[in-house]
């Protein structure tokens, strides 16, 4: 089955820095998808990835997807408190249309 | 702009009750995923209902079910609740065409069993 790790698994910033965070599967990416959880709460989508070499960005946040490493990053610039929360990547394990294997979150503190 | 709406959004329950979840997903949609989400393990897919039948099913047992509505809404029942089941319950539209605006989740439900 395949996996997604994601590193790191916390990451405290100041604000107004750059941070970067990566999702890597144990097996070919079908696409990646990448959400904000805050505390508790549903998930929020920032974006989805679907070819090799795409690169998304919305607002601050810019998700790349390197397909040959199966790997996708999460970048932000200039951070922000209203940054803060829990990313989660996910990906349709062997192209499934209709489930999403999870990596464990990162946990993003973003201190003013 | 309809979204998915999950009630209730908290509940407490004692070990060995049953409950129910509900599920309306965007209108249209006519397959719903169902997920739980634990500290331990994560999120992890339970079931997805495509028109009213169940089609596939994650690695949960059999107290776990549900059931889809001809309008699309989407119930889950947990039944001979463990202190294990306590844990935040999302649903959400599978992006069944790829089209990229991603599975859209509800805000949850967040079960607690004592």
């Known amino acids: 089955s395949q996996e997604l790790e994601q590193s790191p698994q916390s990451l405290i910033v100041q604000e107004g820095k750059n941070l970067t965070i990566n999702c890597t599967s144990s097996?070919?990416?079908?696409?990646l998808y990448w959400y904000k959880q805050k505390y508790g709460e549903g998930l929020i989508f920032l974006m989805m990835?679907?070819?090799?070499?795409e690169e998304k960005s919305h607002e601050k946040i810019t998700a790349k997807l390197d397909e040959k490493k199966q790997q996708s990053s999460l970048h932000i610039t200039a951070s922000q408190p209203s940054h803060a929360g829990i990313y989660l990547c996910?990906?349709?394990?062997?192209?499934?249309?209709?489930?999403?294997?999870f990596g464990k979150g990162t946990l993003l503190t973003v201190n003013p | 702009k309809a979204g998915v709406t999950q009630t209730p959004r908290y509940l407490i329950k004692t070990r060995g009750q049953q409950v129910t979840l509900s599920c309306s997903p965007i209108s249209g949609h006519r397959s719903v995923s169902w997920y739980q989400q634990t500290p331990g393990q994560g999120l992890q897919f339970l079931f997805e209902?495509?028109?009213?039948?169940?089609?596939n099913k994650g690695n949960f047992p059999g107290r776990f079910s549900g059931r889809q509505f001809s309008n699309s809404r989407s119930e889950m029942n947990v039944s001979t609740l463990e202190l294990g089941d306590s844990a935040l319950y999302l649903c959400a539209p599978p992006d069944r065409g790829g089209l990229g605006y991603g599975y859209t989740f509800g805000s949850g439900t967040r079960l607690t069993v004592v």
């Open positions: 097996k070919t990416l079908y696409g």
């Open positions: 209902y495509f028109s009213e039948t169940q089609r």
């Open positions: 990835l679907q070819k090799g070499g």
């Open positions: 996910g990906a349709p394990p062997g192209g499934s249309n209709y489930k999403l294997t």
